[in-house]
């Protein structure tokens, strides 16, 4: 087959990507499929992919461009083999519940690290959410949004990944220690400020309880291991435990 003007999904278009070697153009639709094209002729490399999902709303390549990872509003995250159209992995997303409104713990971005080792996603709930790509384990949880996140992407190097949420702000997050663990404990200012803030808690080291903190104040706390948080009032960065 071959495209006569645009090239067209089951249903609204809602996510699209090239292949690292931009030999492919993949698709997701408002209908649950994934569609994969030739660029330059249009003509479809394989039957469309089925998600088993109401609604494909982000997708992205693994590095080596031989799989795919989608999301949709199933809660569910599946890495698709794009050589046999099968579906490698299937894992949950929704760890934070289901949205209060009764609506569905869509997956809205999802995002590939340079190495292809792991994969960082963002959806309905205020964080973002790091995962093995071979095993579906979940490695980490970056809390500080207050809203939905609306995407995600690592940096070039894959030390961080970068969000940007309902809330009107830009995150930088520090993915190269998901935990701090050589913190003195005998330097309490230095536990607090490499603190994580989870489940309402900033949590030391060892994943002890420090100190909670209301959900009206959490937005203000620029804590471990986001680095950097832009907003419309203006800009913080983290730059040292001293700060």
């Not at 989608?70 to 299937?90: E, F, M, V, Y």
């Not at 869509?106 to 994969?119: E, F, K, L």
Request: net charge negative; glycine share 10%.
């Amino acid at each position: 087959m071959v495209a006569v003007g645009p090239l067209r999904c089951n249903g609204v278009a809602l996510a699209v990507v090239f292949s690292p070697d931009s030999q492919i153009i993949a698709a997701g639709d408002g209908s649950g499929y994934i569609h994969l094209w030739q660029p330059v002729t249009g003509q479809a490399i394989r039957e469309a992919l089925q998600a088993n999902s109401e609604t494909v709303d982000s997708i992205a390549f693994s590095p080596d461009g031989t799989r795919i990872v989608s999301g949709g509003n199933d809660g569910a995250l599946r890495i698709w083999d794009i050589r046999t159209g099968q579906i490698a992995l299937t894992f949950e997303y929704g760890n934070y519940g289901t949205p209060s409104d009764g609506s569905s713990p869509s997956v809205y971005s999802v995002a590939y690290s340079p190495d292809g080792r792991s994969i960082a996603t963002a959806g309905w709930d205020p964080v973002v959410q790091l995962w093995d790509a071979e095993s579906g384990a979940l490695l980490g949880i970056y809390e500080g949004h207050t809203d939905a996140v609306a995407a995600v992407k690592f940096t070039p190097d894959g030390r961080s990944i970068v969000s940007a949420g309902w809330d009107k702000t830009i995150r930088v997050w520090d993915v190269t220690t998901i935990h701090p663990t050589s913190v003195d404990d005998d330097n309490h200012s230095a536990i607090l400020t490499s603190a994580i803030l989870q489940d309402g808690w900033l949590t030391g080291p060892s994943g002890e309880l420090l100190v909670w903190v209301p959900s009206a104040y959490r937005q203000y706390l620029p804590t471990y291991p986001c680095t950097l948080r832009i907003e419309p009032t203006g800009v913080i960065i983290k730059a040292s435990d001293n700060e």
